[in-house]
């Protein structure tokens, strides 16, 4: 098999992702109330605090609105409950059937969650703008501060995709997937910097973040409201290439010893 | 009466055995579920280290409200994880099996389930605040405090729970869709484990209507800063209030689900 021919087999799975994730509008609509009531609340955060506690960070109320808007915008657009789907076949033993596929389960998963994620993206963009941009009370980023987002989103969404499906294998080690998604996710909020900016954390913790791949899904794309200088946004965009090579190096190792523990001893 | 109780306790005590049987399940999930609150917590702490207050809050009060969300989560569903699968019930037909039964179902579907995470949350408020107090040195509460704390944290339980029925309940209207259900509790939770004090009349019209995350975690922390009767009496009366709105409006979507089967 050539690589045109995987490519068109991770194309459909992606299609059929792309239809899933369409035909759900009620989830969508779900998501846009979320997204819009999280920012609301962490707008109305940001308005109280005094502008003289964040000035010395180089940063202004209303950055710090686009920031978390931009940075919840890529947690939203990544389906996250696909791991669910993960430890229900890993439980009912369905997974035997994807693997006898001549084909990487984790790639094709990955791809059809791809396809979704495409959908919540191109949902949630418009939305996003208006949100961060009502209540910010200003537009903070340039068309080529959005393009940059835009340019490094596809890597956010890959990266935090291949997360969530190692959360779902997980119920082959831990009793449940569930712990590893909550300890995951926070991970992903907490050193991913998804509510504040990396220069509010104390520099050990900063420095301990940017030595893991969660700060590549969220604060790199955050990174381009912030008024970053271009050096900064390209240490920030290469920090990001080089944590998804290592992402997709460490999926396809790690497949291999989910394969050795489906067929040796299925689920914990 | 007491047969009604009785036939409660005897459904809490078998979801209770059921733990028995899988404890490494029990502790597993506690645990992660304190591990993942304290990440959470660590953003606020992170928060207040650059910013002293934000109108009179500060860390002190957010550590107070995390305990109080926390335990409040925790005691529902631990108890009447339940309310959470009336939309896996109502879709897939299995609520049948309560509504065919002599009593109420809706106390029987609560109790049909417990979530063994939730115990981490209920242990995650003392161990929150003795952290807190005792190793930071942060003075987060006194004992005079803790009799208000614990009335507090029952009737914002009910709170909780009453929200959560609600919320749930619309899955009769809505084909039993479970994840717009999720999507509204996951609201419920952002709502109140975040900082409402000060924030703009758009959100507090949210949070004292809708999604009455305000009784739950806003109100209860005031009272605890500043006690007086008329807020409590807010709280008291919106405590009856929803739990009232819960069951009218289950009991309104089992008439439409029962007219529907028909």
């Known amino acids: 098999m050539n690589t045109r021919h995987n490519l068109s087999v991770l194309m459909t799975a992606m299609i059929m992702g792309l239809r899933d994730g369409w035909s759900e509008k009620l989830v969508l609509l779900g998501t846009l109330m979320v997204y819009g009531v999280i920012i609301m609340l962490y707008a109305g955060v940001m308005r109280m605090i005094p502008p003289a506690d964040i000035a010395p960070l180089g940063l202004t109320q209303s950055q710090m609105i686009w920031y978390i808007a931009t940075t919840e915008f890529i947690l939203f657009a990544a389906p996250s409950w696909g791991f669910k789907d993960i430890q229900n076949e890993i439980n009912t033993e369905q997974v035997h059937l994807d693997i006898i596929r001549p084909f990487s389960p984790a790639l094709l998963r990955i791809a059809f969650w791809y396809g979704e994620a495409i959908v919540r993206f191109c949902v949630l963009f418009p939305f996003y703008i208006l949100t961060a941009t009502y209540f910010a009370e200003a537009f903070e980023p340039s068309l080529l501060d959005l393009l940059g987002i835009i340019a490094c989103a596809p890597l956010s969404l890959f990266m935090a995709l291949v997360m969530y499906y190692a959360v779902g294998t997980s119920c082959l080690w831990v009793v449940q997937s569930e712990p590893a998604y909550w300890v995951v996710h926070k991970g992903i909020f907490l050193l991913g910097a998804m509510i504040w900016p990396i220069v509010f954390y104390p520099d050990w913790l900063g420095a301990i973040s940017w030595f893991t791949p969660f700060p590549a899904i969220l604060a790199v794309c955050g990174k381009w409201v912030l008024g970053s200088s271009a050096l900064e946004l390209g240490a920030a965009f290469a920090h990001q290439v080089v944590w998804a090579v290592l992402i997709l190096y460490a999926l396809m190792k790690f497949e291999r010893i989910v394969l050795r523990r489906i067929q040796g001893e299925g689920a914990a | ?262």
């Open chain 2, 1 to 262: 009466m007491m047969s009604t109780l009785k036939t409660l306790a005897a459904l809490f005590v078998a979801n209770v055995r059921t733990y028995a049987i899988d404890k490494k399940r029990l502790y597993v999930m506690s645990l992660a579920m304190c591990l993942q609150n304290t990440m959470f917590f660590v953003l606020w702490v992170i928060f207040f280290n650059h910013v002293g207050s934000i109108r009179g809050w500060d860390l002190v009060d957010v550590t107070r409200m995390f305990g109080m969300v926390a335990s409040v989560c925790g005691l529902s569903l631990f108890f009447f994880d339940g309310l959470r699968t009336i939309p896996y019930k109502v879709s897939s037909g299995a609520i049948d099996f309560y509504i065919t039964k002599p009593r109420h179902p809706l106390p029987a579907i609560m109790l049909s389930s417990s979530s063994p995470a939730s115990l981490g949350d209920v242990f995650y408020a003392p161990t929150l605040y003795l952290l807190i107090q005792g190793v930071l040195g942060i003075p987060v509460f006194t004992f005079s405090m803790v009799p208000l704390f614990l009335l507090l944290t029952v009737l914002s339980t009910i709170l909780f729970m009453s929200t959560m029925c609600l919320l749930f309940s619309l899955s009769f209207w809505l084909k039993g869709n479970p994840r717009f259900s999720g999507q509204l509790f996951e609201m419920l939770i952002i709502f109140s484990c975040n900082v409402l004090h000060g924030q703009p009349w758009g959100v507090k019209a949210v949070v004292f209507t809708l999604i009455p995350a305000g009784f739950i975690s806003y109100l209860p922390i005031e009272l605890l800063r500043h006690f007086d009767w008329v807020t409590f009496s807010e709280i008291v009366l919106a405590t009856i209030f929803y739990a009232w709105l819960a069951i009218f409006i289950f009991n309104k979507g089992l008439r439409r689900y029962v007219r529907a089967k028909a």
